[in-house]
């Protein structure tokens, strides 16, 4: 699948700071850890675990809490399919780059 864009927000635990260099070891991807400082999960209305599904407009699509997010079930790909395959709500045309920079303001 083309145009896709993956984040991973890192908890905030000592066990997840240890093991932050080895998530940042699969893949090319924007990588943000978490802290009562930065609240990210809390500006995201979302928890540890969950999967946010966002359409190239920066509009929530799904939320996706465990144990549903549990990557043995099939609910993130369908999801993902689903936004960029599917009756996508989002009608603008923006590029993918102003989604970057929309989804990092999102993030800061």
Same mark, same amino acid.
């Given at each position: 699948?083309?145009?896709?864009?993956?984040?991973?927000?890192?908890?905030?635990?000592?066990?997840?700071?240890?093991?932050?260099?080895?998530?940042?070891?699969?893949?090319?991807?924007?990588?943000? =850890?978490?802290?009562? *400082? #930065?609240?990210?999960?809390?500006? !995201?209305?979302?928890?540890?675990?969950?999967?946010? /599904?966002?359409?190239?407009?920066?509009?929530?699509?799904?939320?996706?809490?465990?144990?549903?997010?549990?990557?043995?079930? =099939?609910?993130?790909? *369908? #999801?993902?399919?689903?936004?960029? !395959?599917?009756?996508?709500?989002?009608?603008?045309? /923006?590029?993918?780059?102003?989604?970057?920079?929309?989804?990092?303001?999102?993030?800061?």
């Amino acid at each position: 699948m083309a145009d896709i864009k993956f984040i991973v927000v890192n908890h905030d635990s000592f066990l997840s700071h240890r093991l932050a260099g080895y998530l940042r070891s699969f893949g090319e991807y924007d990588f943000y =850890q978490d802290s009562q *400082a #930065a609240g990210v999960w809390s500006a !995201l209305n979302g928890e540890k675990d969950d999967f946010l /599904i966002y359409d190239r407009c920066g509009q929530l699509t799904y939320h996706i809490p465990l144990p549903y997010s549990d990557l043995r079930h =099939q609910f993130i790909e *369908a #999801a993902i399919r689903s936004t960029q !395959l599917g009756t996508d709500p989002c009608s603008c045309s /923006i590029g993918v780059t102003e989604v970057v920079e929309t989804t990092e303001v999102l993030l800061s």
